[in-house]
């Protein structure tokens, strides 16, 4: 399917690990590498993850990305107040020829 | 760093002109790409452009009423959008796309957004 489907919402406590979770089709995902982008509310979205598992200059390593077929998934380990904000998984859709963002995740510590 | 203009307060039907800076250097070798964000939503890609090379790229959604340029001597680079509707309300955003493969959504830069408001 040309499209990401994401949860809406995630949350753990401080100290948790989370897992966010992406999922495609063989046009997109499973054809493309996958980047994560964080946004905070009132802010533009930030660079986390690129080609599926590198994470940013500056983004610590608690933050982890991961591909498997037509699925991705972001782990977020050791979890922080700060890291509370929404997360988008994006990547290139051949079918389209165009650039597909996930839904968002409202990430959310407890 | 990516300056973008300012607040834009439309009517239903007229158009919109968006610029998008890049100060302390230039964007020329890499593309430009605007993605938008409607209130409360997430976001979405909606085209791009390679100054140096000037042949813009299309979401097919906003084919036909999306046009993107860039001015390389200036380091500028212009979203045009015709026919709005309020669900053109969004905040705009201009992002470095910091990879020379198409296939490859690697936005490293962002500006600080545009908001739009179109409204009758």
């Known amino acids: 399917q040309s499209e990401l489907t994401q949860p809406p919402s995630a949350s753990g406590t401080p100290g948790q690990r989370v897992t966010i979770s992406c999922s495609g089709g063989?046009?997109?995902?499973?054809?493309?590498?996958v980047y994560w982008y964080q946004q905070v509310p009132g802010a533009a979205p930030k660079l986390l993850i690129y080609?599926?598992?590198q994470r940013s200059s500056g983004v610590p390593d608690r933050f982890s990305g991961s591909k498997s077929g037509t699925s991705a998934s972001l782990a977020i380990s050791g979890l922080r107040s700060e890291d509370e904000a929404d997360f988008y998984c994006a990547t290139w859709d051949d079918s389209l020829n165009g650039v597909l963002f996930g839904g968002g995740t409202k990430l959310t510590v407890l | 760093q990516l300056v973008q203009s300012g607040t834009e307060v439309q009517k239903t039907g007229s158009s919109v002109k968006l610029s998008c800076e890049a100060s302390?250097?230039?964007?020329?070798?890499?593309?430009l790409t605007w993605v938008r964000q409607a209130p409360g939503k997430g976001l979405e890609w909606m085209g791009e452009?390679?100054?140096?090379?000037?042949?813009?790229s299309y979401a097919q959604k906003f084919q036909g009423r999306l046009v993107v340029t860039a001015d390389d001597s200036t380091s500028t680079g212009y979203m045009e959008l015709s026919s709005l509707t309020s669900e053109d309300t969004a905040v705009y955003y201009c992002a470095r796309k910091y990879c020379g493969n198409k296939n490859c959504p690697l936005f490293d830069t962002w500006g600080q957004g545009t908001l739009v408001i179109v409204s009758s």
């Open positions: 452009i390679v100054p140096i090379f000037g042949v813009p």
């Open positions: 080609a599926s598992d």
């Open positions: 302390g250097g230039s964007v020329s070798t890499y593309a």
């Open positions: 063989s046009s997109n995902i499973g054809r493309n590498n």
